[in-house]
T-cell receptor, first 113, second 112 residues
Framework: DVKVTQSSRYLVKRTGEKVFLECVQD?????MFWYRQDPGLGLRLIYF???????EKGDIPEGYSVSREKKERFSLILESASTNQTSMYLC????????????FGQGTRLTVV | GEDVEQSLFLSVREGDSSVINCTYT??????LYWYKQEPGAGLQLLTY?????DMKQDQRLTVLLNKKDKHLSLRIADTQTGDSAIYFC????????????FGTGTRLKVLA
């Protein structure tokens, strides 16, 4: 049973805190993604990684950074959390090549107060 | 740039057919996808269609693709209350590294 696991379902953090969201996949996938999901805006791509130590900016990278030190783990970092980063964060992984399925984690609902 | 658009809400009665529509902009997309998100969960792949196909049927699901108009639809026959969810259309784009561009999602509510 393929799996993408996000470390937390719910998080509450204070403005200005450094926040780490962790994602682990067990499918040996090359590609991993971080999205945020907001009502009426769908899923917006924050960052993605197509290999260990490689990363590319998505559509809304401002205020975020990522780390991929191992193939199975992709971390999203909020250097200084702000209230406009309150959202649902979804991690996904995908094998190489066009047409392959993306597998999603269950999501982390982050609230910044 | 790339953009995928969907209507935000759809309400149908149990037993009726549901049709969820999507428009996309990247004509080079090779695959188009439908994902389903149930409450409190991540997204799961429902079905996909290759860009050289017009139609794909999978049990109660029918996907229609009009490549000329860049229009994709998902029809769910005999809609059940368990079909209530958010449905996302996505295009696979090869602009740079292969990745997905998702639509805004359509929240389907099935009335008993």
């Amino acid at each position: 049973d393929v799996k993408v696991t996000q470390s937390s379902r719910y998080l509450v953090k204070r403005t200005g805190e450094k926040v780490f969201l962790e994602c682990v996949q067990d499918m040996d996938h090359e590609n991993m993604f971080w999205y945020r999901q907001d009502p009426g805006l769908g899923l917006r791509l924050i960052y993605f990684s197509y290999d260990v130590k490689m990363k590319e900016k998505g559509d809304i990278p401002e205020g975020y950074s990522v780390s991929r030190e191992k193939k199975e783990r992709f971390s999203l970092i909020l250097e200084s959390a702000s209230t406009n980063q309150t959202s649902m964060y979804l991690c996904a992984s995908m094998g190489r090549g066009a047409g392959t399925e993306a597998f999603f984690g269950q999501g982390t609902r982050l609230t910044v107060v | 740039g790339e953009d995928v658009e969907q209507s935000l809400f759809l309400s149908v009665r149990e037993g009726d057919s549901s049709v969820i529509n999507c428009t996309y902009t990247d004509s080079s997309s090779t695959y188009l996808y439908w994902y389903k998100q149930e409450p409190g969960a991540g997204l799961q792949l429902l079905t996909y269609i290759f860009s050289n196909m017009d139609m794909k049927q999978d049990q109660r699901l029918t996907v229609l693709l009009n490549k000329k108009d860049k229009h994709l639809s998902l029809r769910i026959a005999d809609t059940q209350t368990g079909d209530s969810a958010i449905y996302f259309c996505a295009e696979g784009t090869t602009s740079g590294t292969y990745k997905y561009i998702f639509g805004t999602g359509t929240r389907l509510k099935v009335l008993a």
